[in-house]
Each structure stands twice: as C-alpha cells, then as structure tokens.
C-alpha cells in the first residue's frame, strides 16, 4: 500500500478511495440480529482530539482488543475468528478509528498478534498502538522479565515501535510503585526506550483510589522538576456515568481521579465507559427513562457520550466484540455531541438509581480466574446482575411476585452455571484475592457467600 499520512488516509478512507476489504464487505453485522446496515452508517471519520505531546488526531474512540470473537478450530479448540477480526478492524479503519489497545495478558496472549494481523494491512502510521507491560505477579517484578515482554509485543504486534506503552494495572501508591516498576530499574528502562522512540507515549492504567493517584502524581512533579520532562505522557482511569460518584470502594469516584489528572495537564485515556456492560443493560424501567429522553438512541451510547463529554479525555475504549456494537459506537461520534448540562443531570439521578440495586460490578475481566476450586467467578455474578436487572431478585418472601421470581432465578441459574461451577462451592479460600488482584475492588468470597445465602433462602422458602 502507497505511503500517505494519516489525515490523507482518513480524508480517503471516508470517500471510499483506500480500496480495503471493508470497502468490499461493508460494515454490516453478522449473525448479530441488527437491522441496521452500512448504508446506515455516516460516512465522515468519527471525532478526533488531539494529542497534547505530538500535535497529531486521535479517534476518540479506541478500540480495546480484549474480547475479539472466538470460534472453533477443526479439532473443536476455541480460538479467535481472525476473519472477523478483520471486518471489525477494516470497518474501524473505514470510519477513523485509529487507536487500538491491546496487552500481553489478553486472551491468553493471543490479543496482540490477532489485532496486529488484521491492522498490518494498513499504513503503520495510519493507527496507533497501545499495548502494557502486564507483570501482575511479584515474582515478575524484574527487569529481565520487562525487557522480554516489550520486546515479545513488538514482535507480536509486528512493529518496531508501540505509541502508548502503559504500565499495566496500578493498583496502590507511591511504595507500590517504587517496589514494582523503580527499585528493580523497569521505569529507566522505559524512559530510556522512550528516548530511543520504541515507547512514544508512557502512562499508566490506574484501578486504586484517590490518595494512591495524587501519590502517583506527586512522583510525576518531583520527576519533572529534576529533569524539566514529564514522567508520564498519559493515564488510563475507569470513568463512567455511574463511577463518576457512585464507584465502588473507598474514595475511588472518577471525578476526583479525573480532576486530580486535570490538574496536572495529563490525557486522560477512558477505559469501562460501560462498566463491563452494566451502563447498557440497566434495570428495564431504568432503560425505560432512557428511552423516553432519546427514543432512537441507545442506552450505550448515553454512556459514551458522558465519557467523552470531558475535555481531557484524549479516547475511550470500548472492547467491541460485535459489529453492532462498533456501529452504534461510529454512531455516537460521528461526530460526538457532547452532553448538556440538563442530559448530565439527567445521568446523575440514574446513577443514584442504579445505585441502589444490590448488583456486584464485576465488569467480566476474568483477572480472578482460575479458582482452584472451579468456580466460575464472573458467570455466577453475571447471572445475578441479569437478574436484579430483569428484576427476579426479591428481598422478601412477602413480596408479590416471590414465587414467580424464586423460580424464574433457580432455573435459568442451574440453566446458565454448571452446579459444580456454582457459588456454594466457593470454600471462602480467598486465592483470587491474594493471588490476583481484581480491578474492580470486589470482596470476591464476601460476594459469593451473599448470593449463595440468597440462593439458599430461595430453596428453602420454596
Ligand atoms: S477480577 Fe473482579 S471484575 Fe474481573 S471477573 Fe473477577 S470479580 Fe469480575
Ligand atoms: S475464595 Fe472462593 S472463589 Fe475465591 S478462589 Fe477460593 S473457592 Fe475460589
């Protein structure tokens, strides 16, 4: 493919003249039950901002290479459908989404190499790339295990450069940090790549709390101040409508993380704009209220134009898994309305609705598995979320549809998780606290002995 920049590919990409396979296949969904076609979708590239360090445009939206579909080998392994990998990437590409984020941990290492495939029929200047260094583990903690797990993702995602390298999951303060990433030498050696160019941007992805962050940017100015250079470029931070002021765990509300990054002049990258799917599949009457302000929109959409809505955000990722969902997705930013303050209000006192249902916010990461003793964490918390959504959850058993509720749970429960994978089994060992960390700040075995109390009540009060 002939050099050309990335304003040039956009401009042409729009009008249709880069011939690519989405210009072949169109953006339409496949098997996704949407009646929406690409006809449908509007034509220019979605929003841009640009980036404060290079001057160059970034989509807004960023796609996060988390959950790429999966099917199966002829051996009946799962493995990812690089064909549609493709299509949703050439779909993107089309309509000028140019950020994809992707890390060394998703799934189970393949993400990177899947989305480098599919990318590396474009320009390599005519997407962006952020990858991570993921060593969750202390006994990565290494310089030597660093080294090797950039330079396997350049090799994975067939580049010789990686435009935002985060340092993956920040989970405390500042001894936190020094011990994981600056005793053992891992931060020089990220500056030192950034010097060299291989790392063009350096941030973090931050899943801890306020105090942590300021700590986080205090190490940001003294490093400053000592060298006249910022330490980190960017930050990763969960911002959604409902973690604005409601997020679970102490003092951790996305406005005062996002304020903090404000203050001190940093992009802010958005991740879980829908809190792992929560801020689309609301309560019914929630999303009845929803579709009375704006029948044709989506409830999703609400929740990516909230995180966007705000000036220092640089893109917000969104793990589209689906054709459907990439186009509701070009839809809302092409190009992006930013909300009133009226529509903030609005968001605000559905916040405080959701709020007050008893949902875990297990956003499906997976980070908490295997459980040794074969729980499956994220479908039992899945399973009870859909239900207190679609509300079969009953307090009471003086409550007017208990029986209907009791039994419409206890089916689709036996229906949806194996029993051996259900959450009496959990042993209250705690191993997916201590040997992994969860982003979401959830009491894994506190939650899973409520539900499975609540189960209990329900079969005994039959
Ligand atoms: S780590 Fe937390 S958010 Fe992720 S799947 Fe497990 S419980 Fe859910
Ligand atoms: S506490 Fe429960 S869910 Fe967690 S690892 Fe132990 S048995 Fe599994």
């Known amino acids: 493919m002939e050099n050309i920049s990335r304003r040039d590919f956009l401009k042409r990409s729009a009008t249709g003249a880069v011939v690519t396979a989405a210009a072949a296949v169109g953006c339409a969904p496949k098997g996704s039950g949407s009646d929406q076609s690409a006809e449908e979708l509007p034509l220019g590239p979605v929003t841009c901002r640009k980036d404060p360090k290079t001057g160059q445009d970034v989509s807004i939206l960023a796609y996060g290479c988390m959950r790429w579909p999966m099917t199966k080998d002829d051996d009946g392994n799962e493995i990812i459908d690089q064909e549609q990998v493709n299509e949703l990437i050439d779909c993107a590409m089309q309509h000028g989404v140019n950020y994809y984020d992707t890390a060394p941990v998703y799934l189970e290492g393949k993400s990177e190499r899947a989305s480098a495939l599919a990318l590396s029929r474009y320009p390599r200047e005519s997407y962006f790339l952020a990858t991570k260094l993921s060593n969750f583990n202390k006994s990565t903690h290494n310089l030597e295990f660093a080294r090797e797990m950039l330079s396997n993702s350049l090799k994975n995602l067939m580049t010789d450069y990686i435009d935002y390298y985060l340092l993956h999951s920040i989970t405390g303060g500042r001894e936190y940090f020094e011990n994981r990433f600056v005793k053992n030498g891992i931060l020089d050696y990220c500056i030192e790549q950034r010097n060299r160019g ?48 409601y997020a679970r765990g102490k003092d951790a509300n996305a406005s005062d993380l996002y304020a903090i990054l404000e203050e001190h002049d940093l992009p802010v990258m958005v991740m879980e704009p829908l809190l792992g799917g929560r801020l689309s599949k609301v309560p019914d009457h929630i999303a009845r209220m929803f579709k009375e302000m704006e029948p044709q929109k989506s409830v999703a959409s609400w929740a990516f134009r909230f995180a966007a809505s705000h000036r220092n955000v640089q893109t917000v990722l969104s793990g589209m898994t689906y054709m459907e ?138």
């Open 198 to 245: 291989v790392i063009r941007h350096l941030g973090f992805s931050f899943h801890s709390n306020r105090p942590n962050l300021q700590q986080m940017m205090d190490y940001h100015e003294e490093y400053k101040a000592r060298t006249g250079e910022n330490l980190f470029d960017f930050v990763m931070i969960q911002l959604n409508w409902l973690d604005w002021h």
């Open 325 to 462: 969902h990439l186009q509701d997705n070009i839809r809302t930013y092409t190009p992006l309305v930013e909300l009133t303050d009226s529509e903030k209000d609005f968001l605000d006192s559905m916040a405080e609705l959701m709020h007050q249902y008893p949902i875990v916010s297990c956003t499906g990461c997976k980070y908490c598995m295997p459980c040794p003793y074969g729980l499956d964490i994220p479908a039992v918390f899945e399973h009870y979320n859909r239900c207190v959504n679609e509300g079969f959850v009953s307090a009471d058993s003086q409550d007017e549809n208990y029986r209907k509720n009791r039994r419409a749970f206890l089916i689709s429960y036996d229906r949806a998780i194996p029993k051996l994978r259900q959450a009496d089994r959990c042993i209250q060992c705690r191993k997916c606290m201590t040997e992994s960390h969860c982003p979401q700040r959830i009491n894994i075995p506190g939650e899973l002995m409520r539900i499975s109390r609540y189960i209990e009540n329900l079969k005994r009060n039959g």
